[in-house]
């Protein structure tokens, strides 16, 4: 019980990236063990069938109509386990990255419509290039990769000097582990699973320009922000009135304070820069991750 008590802990107070990962392996989960359910029944081939046109999201228009809510399942689906294992591992690992410049709801809508996007250029090629309309029928995209995609651009375009150490390579910037990425992504639409990597590029092409507008200041993800976070109110919860008798800052108290916190931020990002996201304590993690909560 213990193991699960701190998955529920995790759960309810981690932050946006951690509820992320932790809903894709347990739909994970979930699904495997109704196969193997299926398998001991004996009728695993028709959960299979059942299980892969009610969550995948298939190439074909037709089907598509009929199961329109796909082009979201899809992408908190995945095929086996080294799928999964790879593309949460890039969504931990460059998911950090991310929090350290951007904020959470930028996270989520970065995720979800690097996958929209990532999904509708894979129907486009799909439906009006004749090389892959011979696959069109019983092709199917899973797998969050166009969204993961998504992110890595998003931040590579944001940071591309971010410093980060890969294992026996050594400190590679952002912008090469993007741009490697991107080059075996448009070598490997030839294979088998071109599919799939048609809709990396799209993931990739929705976070490069989010990432090009943030520098310049404006945000193109704001308006499905704005309406994926929107509660109706009947469903918002009521907030509780905390009376709090406090001194008003002065202009000079709260100018100041901004300073200081800005120093703190300042003293953080070149620590990073020398010697990586992982040399900070949790204290200084803790405070960049509140500074950059905009919420």
């Known amino acids: 019980m213990g193991i699960i008590d701190d998955i529920k802990y995790n759960i309810r107070i981690g932050n946006v990236l951690m509820r992320l990962i932790y809903l894709n392996v347990g739909l994970f989960i979930l699904v ?5 359910l299926a398998s001991i029944f004996g009728f695993k081939e028709t ?27 899809y992408m908190f ?36 419509m690097g996958g929209l996007v990532g999904g509708a250029i894979y129907l486009l090629l799909y439906n009006l290039f004749p090389s892959f309309q011979f696959f069109q029928y019983g092709s199917y995209l899973v797998g969050a990769s166009a969204s993961v995609m998504a992110i890595v651009f998003a931040i590579a375009t944001v940071a591309p000097e971010y410093v980060v150490h890969l294992f026996l390579i050594g400190p590679v910037r952002l912008k090469y582990i993007a741009l490697f990425t991107l080059i075996i992504d448009l070598i490997s639409i030839q294979s088998t699973n071109a599919g799939g ?22 945000d193109i993800t704001s308006w499905f922000s704005n309406i994926f976070f929107k509660k109706p109110v009947f469903f918002r919860r009521r907030k509780k009135i905390n009376l709090m008798y ?50």
């Not at 995948?56 to 199961?67: D, F, K």
């Not at 086996?80 to 991310?98: A, C, E, R, V």
């Not at 800005?262 to 900070?280: N, T, V």
């Open 77 to 112: 689906m995945h095929a086996d386990i080294w799928h999964i294992l790879f593309n949460m591992l890039w969504l931990y690992w460059l998911g950090q990255i991310f929090l350290i410049y951007l904020n959470s709801r930028q996270l989520i809508t970065v995720y979800l």
């Open 47 to 73: 959960w299979d069938l059942w299980s892969t046109r009610l969550l995948y999201m298939p190439s074909n228009l037709h089907e598509l109509i009929t199961h329109p809510w796909t082009i979201v399942t």
């Open 197 to 218: 990597h048609i809709a990396h590029l799209g993931g990739a092409m929705l976070g490069y320009f989010f990432g090009l507008k943030i520098r310049k200041g404006s």
């Open 246 to 295: 406090r001194r008003p800052l002065s202009d000079y108290e709260y100018n100041q304070q901004k300073v200081e916190i800005q120093k703190e931020i300042d003293r953080i990002l070149d620590k990073i820069a020398q010697s990586g996201y992982d040399s900070l304590t949790k204290k200084e993690k803790d405070f960049l991750f509140r500074a950059g909560k905009k919420e």
């Open 32 to 36: 495997n063990l109704l196969s193997l």
